[in-house]
């Protein structure tokens, strides 16, 4: 059984966690507003839906971004690899219509 200040100390820390996902959520949802426009300005101008080169230096940098936050590289570089994954599956759908 956890004693009153440690279960006071979890809830204040896990209201932080909360408050962090609801902002992560917020920021990715703008994030897709501005990979939208990208994936209709590529449909328009028949551009592909992936960019090799420009995803290897997103990667570059969130990786170095990572080591300066102090979170492990990898993990980001994951994190952005199925972030891209969707964008391109994104872009590719815009590409049909």
């Given at each position: 059984?956890?004693?009153?200040?440690?279960?006071?100390?979890?809830?204040?820390?896990?209201?932080?966690?909360?408050?962090?996902?609801?902002?992560?959520?917020?920021?990715?949802?703008?994030?897709?507003?501005?990979?939208?426009?990208?994936?209709?300005?590529?449909?328009?101008?028949?551009?592909?839906?992936?960019d090799p080169s420009r995803e290897a230096r997103q990667i570059e940098r969130l990786r170095a971004k990572?080591?300066?936050?102090?979170?492990?590289?990898?993990?980001?570089?994951?994190?952005?690899?199925?972030?891209?994954?969707?964008?391109?599956?994104?872009?590719?759908?815009?590409?049909?219509?």
């Amino acid at each position: 059984m956890i004693d009153g200040s440690a279960a006071q100390e979890l809830e204040e820390i896990r209201a932080s966690i909360d408050n962090i996902d609801a902002a992560l959520v917020h920021l990715l949802a703008e994030r897709f507003k501005c990979t939208k426009r990208v994936g209709k300005l590529k449909a328009a101008h028949k551009l592909p839906a992936a960019d090799p080169s420009r995803e290897a230096r997103q990667i570059e940098r969130l990786r170095a971004k990572a080591l300066e936050a102090d979170l492990d590289p990898a993990f980001a570089e994951k994190f952005l690899n199925f972030t891209i994954e969707e964008v391109i599956r994104h872009h590719e759908a815009f590409q049909e219509d």
